[in-house]
Structure formats: structure tokens, C-alpha cells
């Protein structure tokens, strides 16, 4: 079973800190890309962080200096720790990654959600 698993979401005071992790199944392989997404109420979904292959990332504007992503290639997993944390960061995180399994194209598998909140 395909599988992305976020975990580390909660409730945080403005200014505090929060680290996302995210797990990708064992059977998506040839991962080229990881990434988060989050979605606040009544907005659209906005790419927050990614990295790609050989380890390039790109940040929305609204967080560069506050959060960093990194990868480890071994496990299949992506972090996302996120300092200086804001209220407007409240939302519902989403890991997705892109890669395959046996047998099928390239594909984009999306975790569940983490609710990241944070209180002024």
C-alpha cells in the first residue's frame, strides 16, 4: 500500500517553533521530488516548501528565513522546520512526494494533513 505519512502538526505560540516530519512508503521509488503544501481557510493551496534531486529547494516568499526543508534519501522522509512561526502560517500542512511504483508512470502521492496553528 502507497502510503505518505505526515506527523508534528499542533498548536504553537506566535514566534515558536514546529517540525514537520513526512514518510513515504517503501514502495515509491525514483523519488524526484518532496514537498509541502498547506491550505488555510477559505484559501487556496500554496506550495510552502520542496526539493528536488541533488538537493535544490525553493521556498514561497512568505517563509524564506523561517523554514527549512530537507530530505533524507535513505528513508524516504522530508522535514519542514518552521521558526518564527506566524499566525497567517495556520493552516493544514500537506507532504506530497513524486515518484513510482511498480509498474506505473510517475505519480504524485499526498499525505492526509497536519493542522499547524498558531496563536498570536
Known amino acids: 500500500q502507497v502510503q505518505v505519512v505526515e506527523s508534528g502538526g499542533g498548536l504553537v505560540q506566535a514566534g515558536g517553533s514546529l517540525r514537520l516530519s513526512c514518510a513515504a512508503s517503501d514502495n515509491i521509488f525514483g523519488i524526484a521530488v518532496m514537498g509541502w503544501y498547506r491550505q488555510a481557510p477559505g484559501k487556496q493551496r500554496e506550495m510552502v516548501a520542496v526539493?528536488?534531486?541533488?538537493?535544490?529547494?525553493n521556498y514561497v516568499d512568505s517563509v524564506k528565513g523561517r523554514f527549512t526543508i530537507s530530505r533524507d534519501y535513505a528513508k524516504n522522509t522530508v522535514s519542514l522546520q518552521m521558526n518564527s512561526l506566524k499566525p497567517e502560517d495556520t493552516a493544514v500542512y500537506y507532504c506530497?512526494?513524486?515518484?513510482?511504483?511498480?509498474?506505473?508512470?510517475?505519480?504524485?502521492?499526498w499525505g492526509q494533513g497536519t493542522q499547524v496553528t498558531v496563536s498570536s
Open positions: 526539493i528536488v534531486s541533488g538537493g535544490v529547494t
Open positions: 506530497y512526494t513524486v515518484g513510482y511504483t511498480s509498474g506505473g508512470p510517475a505519480s504524485t502521492y
